[in-house]
Structure formats: structure tokens, C-alpha cells
């Protein structure tokens, strides 16, 4: 995941000077008074020079000319019954990114480099301490009228003032916003050391101030909002379906940003309330397009006859993005959790070796970083440059840290471990916990005992057997399923025992890292801190990266702040997969190459003819 999406759903407080006006205002400062000219640029990137030049015509993925017109149906799970993605309150409906446009838009062919797309050109002063954006005057909302500075200035302030939490962390090293101009927009920051901030604030996605006026922005609900982006809102059922129209006249349609993307005239979400469902919605023909998260289901539920004839295509599109974690996380609000031997012990029963051979057909790999798939996982020993990160923290890090590799925990597959076992009880042992007639129990003789809260049966048949594994330590674990709208109430508000998270990271993780661990975050209702973890090593460790000078800097410094959130025992790894599973009604053209770091549906569009092949009732090709 970008971290463009972790804005886009809306998932240690800035101090310090406020830079002086006088390099904003003028745009060509006198270089005899001393002050340098800001950089000016068409394009951010954080590893260097943008591969594209200020004229490039369209993204090198996409086929420019790809035609326009025709449906594409895709499927959502849950339900819906808000339209503001931006606060707590509500479950938003999927797709409304589709409305907004952002002031720059990323290349999904290189890391960490964001191009213009609102903007025109982005202003960075020498000293680092803050940027300028410039709109476009052609840039309108959907009503005609023009996007401005004030639009940026407004949505900025409301987002960090209403949205949800992580705004305030994203953005905490600001200190402030201002229209200089109806187009032109300048941030000042409170450091020089947030070398990233221009970018995360790029992919902001600018509203509409004028239509917001005299509207509640903390309230959810179902009035279409107004938007500036390819799509708009054409109908909906409460819960049951999201339309969304291409906007024929889209003030950006011909830029480079978007020229050859969003070919689809209809994009349709129908909602159903399990994966199972949604599966055979698709292979019913009643869905155009799925990405399959269930290793059982692509190896076993596409054997059927549309497929066979070639009415259905299939694909694993290999990426090179950084897979993040998916585990399940135990809540350090709860007391039980709070020892570290505890949460080990709770980590040596989870058999990731019987799951692959047995319910995913050997088809993923173990987890074994918050940063999996990328140079910033930490690995082996601590490197020169992490140990001089990691020095300042002696003392407060256990040894172990410095001298032993971590490793996951792992299993003969025989789902009867018993090694890993002994290792348990002698953890929970130290920590106080005893078996006594078959149930674990402390001093008290309270039982060990929580809940695994699930948003949907899918994980069940995972949860099950790891709660069989730990009922041979006498631990009373149980499953509750809620539907995803309950869940997500549940989640903002900590209400957990243990749950499944999906922590996603990108190639150059910064600000978004104090809303997953700091201690301030831990408190906050909304965060993305879902373990609770409040730790003074891993704050000290967050700021530092986020003020890294440098790539390699970077590199040792994440590398040093993945290795502490291993050995803090704080999730129970899962597993990730290098490739998106793809199944397709064949109705599609598709551009020959898919960039490394996003799947570009948006880049692919209706074949007329390749659509008037397909059967008039597709169900009769099951």
C-alpha cells in the first residue's frame, strides 16, 4: 500500500520557529540580499532526480490512446452509509477517491517520486523549511468553478483540525498554511528535518471549501459531494451499490498525470457481506473484475466453465512493493498482554508451516519484518550503521537485540510442535502463569483467557487452528465475528482483545510511522497504533527516521526501529504474497507492461469486441 491510500481513507507535536515570510512572497528573491532562490521543480522524489522530464506526455505504463467508454463492476465487502472518508465517524463508501483530485499525483514506476498534477510547479526553499505550490488555472470543480489556494489552505486546516487522527501525526510538522494568492499556496514548517513532508502534503486530495460551507464536515452521511476529479457520484443504494460516471469533460483529462488512466465510463461497486458470496457473484458474471486474496480460492474455486473456454482470464502480476504487516496484534490496553514473555509465548504456537502446506497450497511466504520485501527490513545482526542508532538506546533494549539474529518462530509442519510448546510454557511460567487441571492460570487462579475479534469469516478457518494450538496450553481463546461496520467502531475505539491488522509501509516510510507506534498515538482513539505500544526508545527511534538526511541514513535508522518492534513481540507475523492474483471477465484491453509498485486497473478499458464475444447472459457460461 501508498501511503496516497492511508490519505485516501483517512486513516511528538511540531515546535520550533516559523519561517520567515519573505522567500515565499517574492517569486525571485534578490540573491544580493543573501537569500537563495527556492528550488523550483516540476516533480518530489526522494531518492534522487524524477525519471521524467517537465514535458513528458503521459505515464510510461499506460496506453495513451486507450478508448473510452463501457462498465467495469467490482465488488466491495460490508456495507456503506457515509460519503465522507475523512473522519471516524461513518463507513465510507469504497471508490470516492475517484472524486478528488490531489496537488501531485506519484509515478507508480519509481519510488517515492510524486509529479504535479493540480499543481504546476512546486517551489522548495534551500533551507528545507518549507514548500510552495502553484495550481493550475485551469484546474474546476465540478460546478465550474476554480480550485484555489484557499480551497487547499481550507481543506488542510479542517483535516487536521475534524479528520481522523492520523492527519495530526501525518502532518504534525507543520506550522502553517497559507493562500498567497488565488493560486498559490505555501507551508512553513517548524524543522528542516521532515525531508519528506513536501510530498505527503502533495498527496493530500484537495475539497471544496464553497461547498462545504454551512455543512457539518464531522458528521457522516449520504449527500453527494461536490468533486473536481475524473469521476463523479451518478446513483447508489445505501449499503448495496456505489455508480460512479466518468466525467466527459474532466478539467485534467488530457494531462500527462492522467492521459491513457480512467478509460472506464461506468465504474460500479456492488457490496456483499462475505468473500464467498462476492466469489460466486463473479464467477455468476455479475462482477467484471476481482483480485483474490484467498490462496484456498485461487488454487481450488476457479476451476469452472467460463474459465476452461477462456470466457475468464487469470493472472499473478508480479509487484516489488513493500508488503508491510499482516498479523494478529495483541492489545497492550489489556493487562494480559502487557508482559513481553507473554506475547512471545503467544507467538512460538502459531504454525505458519501447517497453514501453507494445508489451507494455502504452499503459495505465500513468512513474514519476518514490518518492512518485508524491501531494502529496510532489518536482517541478521545489527549493521555499523544501525548499531550507531541503536547504541544511544543501550540499557533500555534487551541484549539479545545485539547479539542474536531474530527469527521468527518455526515448525516441523506437523501442527503438533512440541518444542515450540515447551519454549511457551517455560515463557509463561517466568511470567507467572501456571497449569493447573488443564487451564492456565495466574497467581489468582484467573484463567488465561481472551477473544479474537474478526471482521468477517474469512479468517476463521486461520484463528481456529491457532486457537486449538493454544488450548494445549490450557489458553481459553475464543473467535467473535462482526460485520465490518461494527468492527471498524470497535477497532477506532480499542475494544480488543487480539484482531488481525494490516500495517502497511512504502519504500520511504516517515510521518505515517508516529500514527502506528508512538506513545502519544497509543491514547488517541482512531490511531493506527492498534497494539497500544507506548515505548520512549521507539518514539526517540520514529523522529529519527523521519529526520533522516539521506537514503542510507534512512535505510539504518528504519532498519533499527524494525528491529525493536520485532524483539517488543508486539504482533504474531503472518505471511505476505509477491504477486496480485487477478481474474477477469475477458472484456478488457490492457496496456503490455504494469508498472512495479501498483496493480494500474485504472489504466486498462473495455474491448467492444472482446465484450460482444462474451455471452448476453454470462451465467450460462458457468
Not at 525519471?51 to 460490508?78: E, R
Not at 480550485?147 to 487536521?160: E, K, P, Q, S
Not at 475468464?312 to 513481553?340: C, S, W, Y
Amino acid at each position: 500500500m501508498r501511503r496516497r491510500h492511508l490519505l485516501a481513507s483517512g486513516l511528538a507535536l511540531a515546535s520550533g520557529p516559523v519561517l520567515p515570510r519573505a522567500w515565499a512572497q517574492a517569486p525571485t528573491p534578490n540573491l544580493a540580499d543573501g537569500n537563495p532562490p527556492p528550488r523550483r521543480t516540476h516533480a518530489l522524489s526522494l531518492l534522487g532526480e524524477p525519471s521524467l522530464p517537465a514535458d513528458f506526455t503521459h505515464w510510461p505504463w499506460v496506453n495513451p490512446d486507450a478508448p473510452k467508454g463501457g462498465q467495469m463492476t467490482l465488488t466491495a465487502i460490508g456495507s456503506f452509509d457515509s460519503f465522507n472518508g475523512y473522519i471516524l465517524r461513518g463507513t465510507p463508501a469504497v471508490g470516492l477517491t475517484m472524486l478528488y483530485d490531489t496537488l501531485t499525483l506519484p509515478s507508480s514506476e519509481e519510488a517515492s517520486t510524486e509529479y504535479g498534477h493540480l499543481v504546476k510547479a512546486i517551489e522548495v526553499p534551500r533551507d528545507g523549511r518549507g514548500v510552495a505550490f502553484e495550481l493550475r488555472e485551469e484546474a474546476r470543480w465540478h460546478d465550474g468553478k476554480p480550485i484555489t489556494a484557499d480551497d487547499v489552505v481550507w481543506t488542510f486546516n479542517t483535516l487536521r483540525q475534524h479528520g481522523r487522527p492520523f492527519y495530526r501525526a501525518y502532518w504534525a510538522d507543520v506550522a502553517e498554511v497559507v493562500a498567497e494568492g488565488p493560486r498559490r499556496v505555501v507551508y512553513r514548517f517548524s524543522t528542516n528535518e521532515n525531508r519528506e513532508l513536501p510530498q505527503i502534503l502533495g498527496q493530500m486530495a484537495v475539497l471544496p471549501r464553497h461547498w462545504w460551507e454551512g455543512k457539518d464536515f464531522t458528521q457522516p452521511g449520504l449527500t453527494v459531494p461536490l468533486g473536481s476529479g475524473p469521476y463523479r457520484i451518478e446513483s447508489f443504494e445505501p449499503g448495496r451499490s456505489v455508480v460512479y460516471r466518468r466525467v466527459p469533460d474532466y478539467w485534467g483529462r488530457n494531462l500527462p498525470t492522467r492521459k491513457g488512466t480512467n478509460n472506464v465510463d461506468i465504474t460500479r461497486y456492488e457490496y456483499f457481506r462475505d468473500t464467498t458470496v462476492a466469489l460466486e457473484a463473479f464467477k455468476a458474471g455479475q462482477i467484471d473484475l476481482r483480485t483474490e486474496n484467498v490462496a484456498k480460492d485461487w488454487a481450488t474455486a476457479y476451476d469452472f466453465p467460463a474459465v476452461r473456454r477462456g470466457l475468464v482470464k487469470r493472472e499473478e502480476i508480479p509487484h516489488e512493493l513493500p508488503t508491510g504487516m499482516q498479523g494478529f496484534a495483541m492489545n497492550l490496553r489489556r493487562p494480559l498482554f502487557q508482559d513481553k514473555r507473554v506475547r512471545e509465548a503467544l507467538g512460538l504456537m502459531f504454525d505458519f508451516e501447517w497453514m501453507n502446506a494445508n489451507l494455502f497450497y504452499g503459495s505465500y511466504t513468512r513474514t519476518t519484518s514490518y518492512f518485508s520485501n524491501s531494502e529496510l527490513a532489518a536482517n541478521g545482526l545489527p549493521s555499523e550503521g544501525e548499531l550507531m542508532v541503536l547504541s544511544a538506546f543501550r540499557g533500555k533494549l534487551p541484549e539479545a537485540l545485539f547479539t542474536t539474529e531474530f527469527r521468527v518462530p518455526l515448525s516441523d509442519g506437523s501442527n503438533n510442535n512440541r518444542e515450540n510448546a515447551r519454549k511457551a510454557l517455560g515463557l509463561l511460567r517466568e511470567a507467572g502463569w501456571e497449569v493447573k487441571e488443564r487451564r492456565l492460570v495466574n497467581g489468582q487462579g484467573q484463567p488465561f483467557s481472551f477473544e479474537i475479534l474478526l471482521n468477517g469469516p474469512t479468517f476463521e478457518r486461520i484463528a481456529l487452528p491457532y486457537i486449538q494450538a493454544l488450548q494445549r496450553l490450557g489458553v481459553e481463546a475464543r473467535v467473535r465475528t462482526i460485520d465490518p461496520a461494527q468492527y471498524q467502531v470497535r477497532m477506532d475505539d480499542f475494544d480488543y482483545d487480539m484482531t488481525t491488522v494490516v500495517i502497511p509501509e512504502s519504500l520511504s516510510p516517515g510521518n505515517e510511522q508516529r500514527d502506528f507506534w508512538t506513545s502519544a498515538k497509543a491514547r488517541e482513539k482512531g490511531s493506527l497504533n492498534y497494539m497500544g505500544i507506548a515505548d520512549p526508545v521507539v518514539d526517540a527511534l520514529v523522529e529519527l527516521v523521519i529526520s533522516a538526511p539521506d537514503r542510507q541514513a534512512l535505510i539504518d535508522r528504519t532498519r533499527a526501529l524494525d528491529r525493536v518492534l520485532l524483539w517488543g513481540h508486539y504482533v504474531i507475523p503472518h505471511w505476505h504474497s509477491r504477486t496480485f492474483r487477478v481474474a477477469w471477465w475477458d472484456k478488457f484491453g490492457r496496456p503490455e507492461h504494469n508498472p512495479r509498485y501498483a496493480l494500474a486497473i485504472d489504466s486498462w478499458w473495455v474491448d467492444t469486441g472482446r465484450e460482444r464475444a462474451l455471452p448476453a447472459d454470462r451465467s450460462t457460461a458457468q
